[in-house]
Nanobody, 129 residues
Framework: QVQVVESGGGSVQTGGSLRMSCAVS????????VGWFRQAPGKEREGVAA????????YYADSVKGRFTISQDTAKNTQYLQMNSLKPEDTAMYYC??????????????????????WGQGTQVTVSS
């Protein structure tokens, strides 16, 4: 059974930083995609970043490029999302998700919700001005 567990959300002021972790267990294949998504009240869930465990290729949404960094420790089956220069518009529930790659070799993992079937319960990030 695949389990996805996020941790590390919290509250910060504008310009602050947070680091979140995502632990994936039970995935039946060695290499898979791990994506971070967020959903603000009244808005659709959107992809933020993703990483392929089998080599580390990454995806970032334009809104977070240069501010967020996704990384991984494959030995621990854990992925991280380092969020810097946070803005109030980054406030949302953040979810981690996992699934097999659907994309091309150069970017195997994307930020579409329907590309992922295994989801964590989410962790809240609140950025105050």
């Amino acid at each position: 059974q695949v389990q996805v567990v996020e941790s590390g959300g919290g509250s910060v002021q504008t310009g602050g930083s947070l680091r979140m972790s995502c632990a994936v267990s039970g995935y039946p294949y060695k290499n898979y995609c791990v994506g971070w998504f967020r959903q603000a009240p009244g808005k659709e869930r959107e992809g933020v970043a993703a990483i392929y465990t089998g080599g580390g290729r990454t995806y970032y949404a334009d809104s977070v490029k240069g501010r967020f960094t996704i990384s991984q420790d494959t030995a621990k089956n854990t992925q991280y999302l380092q969020m810097n220069s946070l803005k109030p518009e980054d406030t949302a529930m953040y979810y981690c998700a996992a699934d097999s790659p659907r994309g091309l070799a150069l970017q195997p993992c994307g930020g579409r919700v329907n590309e992922y079937n295994y989801w964590g319960q989410g962790t809240q990030v609140t950025v105050s001005s």
